[in-house]
């Protein structure tokens, strides 16, 4: 059985505190459940889709549900989930941290929660959510005082739909934890036979929300280090303030770029000294 929130006890990372100052702590509907999207993944980087996912699930959500968005959240994977292409978790987190303040989501944060530390399962990252959102801040409050807790759901892309629907890569605990306590926003995305994931999920399809994207994006992280690693410009892929982050500290160059630029660095270093 599926430990619960207020079993779980979570290792926080040094010098933490949990974001909730874009949270809105009064439901403006009283007839509706407060919820909070959390996207988990690398962002590496985060993309103009990733961002995109929130505003096609707020539409969803006004227009098929009884739900109300008072928050949303970006939560990068740590260091230790160990997948190729995967910048540091400081520079991934600065990246999100530069895309939610250069859009115009005024509820978009950033959790570095789980970015700084080790590998933590997607129910347990839920668990935390659910924890800091209604055990330590208490949940929201009607314009009348009465108190709400606050419903957690995961926003992905249909490929995560896929992995679940495969044998033997989520254990059945842990699907039954996050479809069945939590629930999930997924967005289709091209290539992905998303009834066919759904149909190995049957058990909890009422908690499955699939959202068709009614203009095409496939823009992805992997196609974005491709085209850095190549030289060509990522402008108006990313927010332009993350592509500039990314110019700044030479990131995703590939290992052979890098070397001539730290051989350059080198010969550079050896004029001035020779110079002295």
Not at 94 to 111: G, R
Not at 229 to 254: A, K, M, Q, T, W
Request: hydrophobic share 35%; net charge negative; proline share 4%.
């Amino acid at each position: 059985m599926a430990t619960t929130n207020s079993q779980q006890k979570f290792t926080n990372p040094s010098n933490y505190s949990f974001p909730h100052d874009r949270l809105n702590r009064v439901l403006r509907d009283p007839s509706k459940i407060p919820l909070v999207l959390v996207a988990c993944g690398s962002f590496s980087p985060v993309t103009y889709l990733h961002l995109r996912m929130f505003e096609m699930a707020k539409d969803y959500v006004r227009q098929n549900t009884n739900y109300e968005i008072v928050g949303g959240y970006l939560s990068p994977v740590s260091d230790m989930y160990k997948k190729a292409g995967l910048l540091s978790a400081n520079h991934r987190v600065e990246m999100c941290t530069i895309a939610a303040d250069d859009i115009s989501t005024p509820w978009l944060m950033v959790d570095p929660w789980e970015a700084f530390q080790s590998y933590q399962r997607t129910a347990v990252v839920l668990d935390h959510f659910d924890h800091e959102l209604n055990t330590v801040l208490g949940g929201v409050q009607t314009e009348d005082g009465e108190h709400r807790n606050v419903q957690v759901m995961l926003l992905a892309g249909s490929d995560l739909i896929s992995t679940m629907s495969e044998p033997g890569v989520w254990s059945h605990e842990d699907l039954d934890h996050i479809l069945g306590r939590y629930g999930c926003f997924i967005i289709e995305r091209a290539g992905t036979d998303v009834d066919q994931a759904i149909d190995s999920l049957a058990r909890w399809r009422h908690n499955i929300h699939i959202i068709s994207q009614l203009i095409q994006n496939d823009v992805s992280s992997t196609k974005v280090r491709l085209f850095l690693r190549r030289g060509l410009s990522v402008r108006y892929l990313l927010p332009s303030r993350v592509v500039d982050y990314i110019d700044e500290n030479n990131l995703y160059i590939d290992e052979a770029a890098a070397a001539e630029k730290e051989k350059e660095r080198e010969q550079q270093q050896y004029k001035k000294e020779s110079c002295a």
